[in-house]
């Protein structure tokens, strides 16, 4: 049974850092990618970072220079690290990992349940 575990969502004063984590269990596909998402109050879900497995890192506009992403070396963990929090990054987060198994390589993507951040006074 696959599972992405995230947590670390919460409030947050505005300027302020904070980190989301997102461990992976049972998963039996090669993981190549992992990434973050988002879904603000309003908007449509929006990709905010990702890592692949050759370390390359890419983020949205508006949280590059802001936020990093990072994972551990097994890439079962992968870690969101937030600065300089605004009201406008309030959303629910999304981990995803994405891959191709062993035997076929078909793709695989696995999701996360979302954790709430609020960005507030």
């Known amino acids: 049974q696959a599972q992405l575990m995230e947590s670390g969502g919460g409030l947050v004063q505005p300027g302020r850092s904070h980190e989301l984590s997102c461990a992976a269990s049972?998963?039996?596909?090669?993981?190549?990618?992992m990434a973050w998402y988002r879904r603000a109050p309003g908007k449509e879900r929006e990709l905010v970072a990702t890592?692949?497995?050759?370390?390359?890192?890419n983020y949205d506009g508006s949280v590059k220079g802001r936020f990093t992403i990072s994972g551990d070396n097994a890439e079962r963990t992968v870690h969101l690290q937030m600065n300089n929090l605004q009201s406008d990054d309030t959303a629910v987060y999304y981990c995803k990992v994405s891959g191709r198994d062993n035997v076929r390589y078909k793709y695989h993507e696995l999701w996360g349940q979302g954790t709430q951040v609020t960005v507030s006074s």
């Open positions: 049972g998963v039996t596909f090669t993981i190549n990618d």
């Open positions: 890592i692949a497995r050759s370390g390359v890192r």
